[in-house]
Structure formats: C-alpha cells, structure tokens
C-alpha cells in the first residue's frame, strides 16, 4: 500500500468537498537529514494532495531544505528518496488556510547490505506527533505472519536499563509515548518462543515513528536455550 494507496484513498474525501471559486492556500517548509542529524542535500521530496492534480516534487538544497508554496488546504502525503537511504513517507499533513507549516526535522535511515537499515530498522510510514517536545516509538510482533496478543515488550534505556513495559493489543501493536529524543532499545518476551531484541530505534522530537515488525520464533527446546537456536541462513547479496 503506502503512498499511492494514501493518496487515492482521500481522493473522494477531496471531490465531496471541493467547492467553486479561488480556494485559500498555504505553504510547507522542512529539512530532510540522516539518523546523526546530518542534512541530505538532493533528496527528492514528493508532496501528494487527495487529488493527483495536486502532485508536486522538488529537491532539497545544500542544507537539506525544501518548500512549497501556494498549496491548497487539506490532508498531504510526503514522500522522501535519496539514494543510499530508505524511502520515507509522512501522511497525513494538513494544511490550514494561510498556514506557513514548519515542520519538524525528517530522518531518513541508510540503506544497508541487500536493502536493510544500516542504524536501525527499515521505517514504516510514520506520522507527526501531537507534542513537538516528545516523540514516540510503535511497532507490531507477529508470529509466522499472525499477530501476536498479550506480548510482554519492555522499553530499554541506557545500559540496559528497563525503563518501560507495555502489552501488545489484540492486533499485535504495542508503542511507547512521550519520548525524550534519543536512543532505545526494545526487548520482546513470549513464553514458548525465543526472546528477540532491537536495537538503535530512534524517538525523534515531535515525530511518532512505526518501525518493521518483530517476528518471534517458537522454541525448538523445552528450556528455549538461545544455543540451541537454529540458526538462519545467512543471506548473499546479488
């Protein structure tokens, strides 16, 4: 789904309420920068309204920077390329009548070996945070593809340090809010299955970010000894 999917689903939500004469407008402004805050100079960036006659591009300068100006009020999908990073989609932005919208710095995670996350995990479209102040970090556990209910996930700070706990819901989800910008850890415990960890997911300041789904592995043991875990294939790069 993503982008494109974004963007026809507000299509009819666009056509039901447009009306005649010249429609009030805004403008959009942001920065597009790497997970160590460095900007990315000629990131194309992709802004979508409900309607595809609404589609306009534009790349980012040296200091990672871009506008659009004269935009129609409604919901925006924005979509970030560069070469050697992961896309990024932001959906929704809404634009008000006269708004001169900034917004908050966008990351975007190299590419590692095969396509994988070079810092931390491949992004799922994320959206912007209610407070600027604080960010958030959400994600999914599944097995074999099923959501998984009732998954212990203890938020990790610092060194080794739990600084949270949560439950995944009855869609597998599970998410921490309100998060000083930095660095976390997330630890995921489900009896019969190995325990699985990540590493290096990001809380931004006012962005809650979606990151890939964690998949468990059932116990091939009755003690779940992680000695005794099959190992995976490991992958060549074509």
Excluded at 105 to 115: A, N, Y
Excluded at 136 to 154: A, N, P, Y
Aim: charged share 20%.
């Amino acid at each position: 789904m993503g982008f494109g999917w974004w963007v026809a689903a507000h299509s009819a939500l666009f056509l039901a309420s447009s009306c005649l004469g010249q429609a009030p407008v805004g403008s959009m402004r942001g920065v597009v920068h790497d997970l160590l805050g460095l900007p990315i100079a000629g990131a194309r960036v992709t802004l979508a309204g409900v309607g595809q006659e609404n589609i306009r591009d534009t790349r980012s300068d040296s200091r990672g920077t871009f506008t659009f100006l004269d935009l129609p009020t409604g919901p925006y999908a924005l979509d970030l390329e560069s070469p050697g990073f992961h896309r990024t989609v932001i959906a929704p932005i809404s634009v008000s009548p006269g708004e001169h919208k900034l917004l908050p710095p966008l990351p975007m995670d190299i590419e590692g070996p095969c396509g994988h996350g070079g810092w931390s995990d491949t992004y799922l479209p994320y959206r912007l945070g209610s407070d600027d102040a604080a960010g958030g970090i959400f994600g999914i556990v599944l097995d074999q593809g099923q959501v998984m209910k009732d998954v212990h996930v203890s938020l990790i700070c610092g060194s080794d340090y739990e600084c949270g706990s949560t439950k995944t819901d009855a869609l597998g989800r599970f998410g921490f809010k309100n998060l000083a910008p930095g660095v976390y850890g997330v630890r995921v415990l489900r009896r019969g299955f190995y325990p699985e960890e990540r590493i290096e997911w990001r809380a931004h300041e006012g962005l809650d970010l979606t990151y890939t789904p964690i998949n468990l592995e059932r116990c091939v043991d009755r003690g779940c000894d992680p000695k005794k875990r099959p190992r995976k294939p490991i992958r060549i790069c074509e």
